[in-house]
Nanobody, 127 residues
């Protein structure tokens, strides 16, 4: 199993940037497909981005494509989400998640496919 801890959240003005990190401990991080999700108050948790085990393939929700960049460093057991051109609608608690089993491409955005979750980090974008 793996334990995940997010960091890097905070308050930023619209148009600004933040870089979230996800530190993993336990099993080798390279054993897990990694995703980022977010949850705004009163809303369901939604998919943001995902990256394959080696980091060779990445996937994005349409709402963040072109503004966010996901990456991972398996040698350091970390994953990152670079968020640029932030908008007030990006305000949410952001979670990193890890999945051990292979998924079909349309499953990457399904929370039920991920086995481990971090505690979340708050991102607030002011207008």
């Amino acid at each position: 199993q793996v334990q995940l801890v997010e960091s890097g959240g905070g308050l930023v003005q619209a148009g600004g940037s933040l870089r979230l990190s996800c530190a993993a401990a336990g099993d080798p991080f390279s054993s897990y497909f990694m995703g980022w999700f977010r949850q705004a108050p009163g809303k369901e948790r939604e998919f943001v981005s995902a990256i394959s085990w080696s980091g060779g393939r990445s996937y994005y929700a349409e709402s963040v494509r072109g503004r966010f960049t996901i990456s991972r460093d398996n040698t350091k057991n970390t994953g990152n989400l670079q968020m640029n051109s932030l908008k007030p609608e990006d305000t949410a608690v952001y979670y990193c998640a890890a999945a051990r089993s292979p998924m079909l491409i349309w499953e990457y955005g399904s929370t039920s496919k991920y086995d481990y979750w971090g505690q979340g980090t708050q991102v607030t974008v002011s207008s």
